[in-house]
């Protein structure tokens, strides 16, 4: 077992970690930390403990693809470098002699740093530390080079998915014999040759079995650490994403969220898992078949990637887990690592009925399952296969070759044809076949039988045409099977009649394809005399090999759906009713209390306060308390300023006065379901009356982001029970019962209560308040002077008053219906 402690980059734009850089030594020191700080010291160090204490584990890495940061160079020395040769120290005296340790290098820097006449093997101190035990590449090297179109690697008859072309390019192509300069090149094809093995990226084997020469401006300039052949090469990652063209740039990765998402080279984005699989079996058979006692162990190599989520539910449940959707084009090998290549089961068939002299070399696809399910002949197992992939037999030198598509067409002429007639003849609509049905094993539904359907709206029959194999296919694939046959049948009522010159004519064969002004035809007969007489089917092209396999299906559950648990809340901010709903599995819940009605989409998350929660200065920011809180069914997570000011993370805490919401921008999982929040801001959303002066454990919390809607109400109900009922599914859940003083409408105390010894300001907050305006003359104010022992009270509609002087002035802030503010602005005249 190999552990591999991660570093994933949860920043805005989600880079890689490879971009991690540094612009001073100090920078290199922070990132490290000194093991007690929660920096990547800690994060390794933490790890091996937890290896030992679990019994041990062969491998660790401490760390991997920490490009740029290994790379930042101080005068002549890299402070990275010396940090991570420190951490392999410490890390061995956790986990002790018989675990072995790596780094995981980038494929593009573990050779060492090239610029210009400058050549530094600036990762070999770490490579030859005697705390390191090998040499470890995330190897993901360019196997084609492949375009669209006319293109150089397209000589010969070669196709990118072609065993031999890649297996060629592990030690040869791009990175080993040549390279692009520039952009430019790339797409011109413009390549450089590499003369100096010590450039060529891809040539491990030349880099483990010499010495290091650095070099300065092209002069030598003494060897490195590194001892030739003294430790093995780990493959600690490769892999190829499943998508056109992958080969050409396998370290890419199309993720929607990260800035560095991007495709291969020239690739049109399309779904390939066939890439995948051959470049994986290229790149592993042809070390296997030419590796060398010490260079690479391969026992310790790890295809990217095998996830512990479960497939089929990973990636269908994108409601579970957010990077469902770049399953399809990514480096998983779940759901893809079963595959078979059609040609390889063809081979197999052909095989087991005694064929053994036959090329399959030009076919492509996949096929997620196949039944032979009783002895058969080869050509009867055969044939559904072949013509689900429209592949078609020829012979060639003595071999029986089976290709997609059949033999290249013949382009024929005016001046190739006979002069005569040539005879067009199509079918009647009124026999033409409106429909086929495909039946297939889906393996989107739990391998149930399957029906795929194309139909012809302009055919004047009921004539179908019943397709059944024993495959186990994609739905989409099986659509796309059906509209082809239909194609294919309508394309056979279309025939032709033409003469040819015996020169012409005596080239060709049955089963010959032929273009005439741009339509395709396939020869079915062939007669001899002074001319040759054709007739010829029209003919469909195959179109491009479907080369992805199964897309999984979220299964549909049935399941038993109780009488939903509602709630009622009373909470500032919110003019009405808030009401949530808790039932399991969640459906929606339509709610109503008087004549308002809402539907609830998602549940609402209670939870509980399981530490004291202190009293806190409204609107500020809070950096130093904290609150631990249960909230079960969710998963949160620190934000930055600019989501946590954008109302991100808010809840409500209910106090014995109300309640109050807060936001909290951190936010760290201590034990399961339960958070510790902190950099706060109390008081929110007008709640600052409702802050308790300490809150003791145990006090409800409400997320506030999901599952919450507002239903408004009369005045009328203000002091008064009001009843929230509601439904899903046909059944009714229990009311809830709430009595509703509309805490949203209690006035908000004034603020900022200023005496100069003659006049008295203050500031009014108006709950309803959406824009700036300096009309507030709808605001109404009580204030209460105290001298001694005398009260004296004074209502106005102003913010600031010419008063005598007192000893203590209050100020509440009243709405047109008699409610007061319930706390005052206060002023005591020794505070000036």
Not at 171 to 191: I, M, P, V
Not at 690 to 697: D, G, P, T, V
Not at 763 to 773: L, S, V
Request: proline share 6%.
């Amino acid at each position: 077992m190999t552990l591999h402690p991660f570093l994933l980059v949860d920043t805005p734009g989600f880079p890689w970690r490879g971009r991690i850089t540094a612009t001073s030594v100090s920078d290199v020191s922070a990132f490290f930390g000194g093991g007690d700080d929660f920096r990547f010291r800690h994060h390794i160090l933490h790890h091996a403990g937890l290896a030992q204490q679990a019994g041990g584990v062969d491998a660790i890495v401490i760390g991997s693809e920490l490009k740029a940061l290994m790379a930042y160079r101080f005068g002549e020395s890299f402070p990275a470098v010396a940090q991570m040769q420190s951490l392999a120290a410490a890390t061995r005296a956790i986990v002790g002699p018989s675990t072995k340790i790596t780094y995981a290098a980038d494929w593009s820097d573990y050779f060492g740093l090239r610029d210009g006449g400058d050549v530094r093997y600036h990762l070999d101190p770490l490579w030859a530390d005697n705390n390191i035990d090998a040499v470890g590449i995330d190897a993901y090297f360019p196997l084609s080079d492949w375009r669209d179109g006319d293109h150089l690697d397209g000589d010969s008859g070669r196709r990118a998915h072609d065993f031999d072309y890649l297996s060629r390019n592990v030690e040869g192509g791009e990175g080993y014999d040549w390279y692009y300069a520039s952009e430019s090149d790339r797409n011109a094809q413009t390549r450089s040759p590499i003369d100096d093995p010590i450039y060529r990226y891809k040539d491990m084997r030349h880099w483990w079995s010499h010495p290091h020469i650095e070099r300065r401006n092209g002069f030598a300039a003494g060897q490195s650490a590194w001892v030739p052949r003294s430790k093995p090469i780990w493959l600690l990652e490769i892999g190829c994403p499943a998508v056109d063209k992958g080969a050409n740039q396998p370290n890419v990765f199309n993720d929607a969220k990260s800035i560095d998402a991007a495709l291969p080279y020239h690739s049109d984005g399309t779904r390939d898992d066939l890439i995948q699989r051959r470049y994986i079996e290229a790149f592993l058979s042809h070390y296997d078949a030419t590796n060398e006692p010490g260079f690479l162990d391969l026992a310790r190599a790890s295809v990217w990637a095998w996830d512990a989520r479960p497939y089929p539910d990973f990636p269908a449940r994108k409601a579970v887990w957010s990077d469902g959707d770049s399953w399809a084009r990514g480096h998983w090998l779940n759901g893809r690592a079963g595959l078979m290549p059609v040609a390889d089961v063809i081979e197999e068939l052909a095989h087991d009925s005694g064929l053994m002299a036959l090329d399959v070399s030009g076919i492509s696809g996949v096929l997620p399952g196949y039944v032979v399910d009783r002895p058969m002949s080869a050509r009867a197992a055969l044939a559904p296969l072949m013509q689900l992939f429209a592949v078609e037999l020829t012979e060639h030198s003595g071999n029986v070759v089976f290709a997609i598509g059949g033999p290249e067409s013949l382009t024929l002429l005016a001046a190739d044809l006979v002069h005569g007639p040539v005879l067009r003849a199509r079918g009647d609509a009124e026999t033409r076949i409106r429909d086929v049905r495909l039946t297939y094993i889906d393996a989107g539904r739990d391998y149930q039988l399957g029906t795929a359907s194309a139909r012809d709206q302009s055919a004047e029959s009921v004539a179908v045409a019943d397709l059944g194999v024993p495959a186990v296919l994609d739905e989409g694939f099986a659509r796309y099977v059906a509209q082809r046959e239909l194609e294919v049948a309508h394309a056979g009522e279309e025939t032709l009649s033409i003469n040819l010159p015996l020169e012409t004519g005596l080239r060709l064969k049955i089963g010959d394809r032929v273009r005439i002004e741009n339509t395709v035809w396939s020869i079915e007969t062939l007669e001899i005399g002074a001319t040759v007489s054709v007739t010829a089917r029209r003919d469909v092209p195959s179109g491009p090999a479907w080369v992805s396999g199964t897309t999984p299906i979220e299964p549909a559950h049935i399941s038993y759906a109780g009488a939903p648990q509602l709630f009622a809340f009373d909470l500032p901010g919110r003019d009405g009713v808030s009401a949530g709903a808790m039932l399991e599995p969640f459906s929606s819940v339509l709610v109503q209390v008087s004549a308002s009605e809402a539907t609830l989409e998602t549940p609402v998350r209670l939870g509980v306060t399981m530490t004291d929660f202190p009293a806190g200065r409204p609107e500020f920011r809070d950096i130093v308390s904290e609150v631990d809180v249960l909230l079960p069914g969710l998963t949160l997570s620190a934000l930055g300023d600019g989501e946590f000011l954008a109302r991100g993370n808010r809840f409500a805490v209910e106090t014995p006065l109300g309640w109050e919401i807060f936001a909290a921008r951190d936010v760290m999982l201590i034990e399961p379901q339960t958070y510790r929040l902190s950099h706060l801001l109390r008081g929110l959303e007008g709640s600052d009356t409702f802050i308790a002066e300490s809150l003791a454990s145990g006090a409800r919390l409400l997320w506030l982001a999901a599952g919450v809607v507002t239903l408004p109400i009369s005045d009328e109900w203000r002091g008064e029970g009001v009843t929230l009922t509601g439904n899903t599914a046909d059944r009714t859940a229990r009311s809830a019962v709430l009595v509703w003083n509309d805490l949203n409408g209690i006035p908000l105390a004034p603020c900022h209560l200023k005496w100069d010894g003659t006049v008295l300001t203050w500031i009014g907050r108006d709950p309803a308040f959406t824009e700036w305006t300096e009309d507030a003359s709808h605001l109404r104010y009580r204030l209460k002077l105290y001298r001694g022992e005398s009260e004296e009270t004074i209502e106005t509609t102003d913010t600031s008053i010419a008063i005598q002087p007192f000893d203590r002035a209050e100020v509440y802030q009243f709405s047109q219906v008699g409610r007061e503010s319930i706390y005052p602005a206060a002023l005591n005249v020794t505070d000036g």
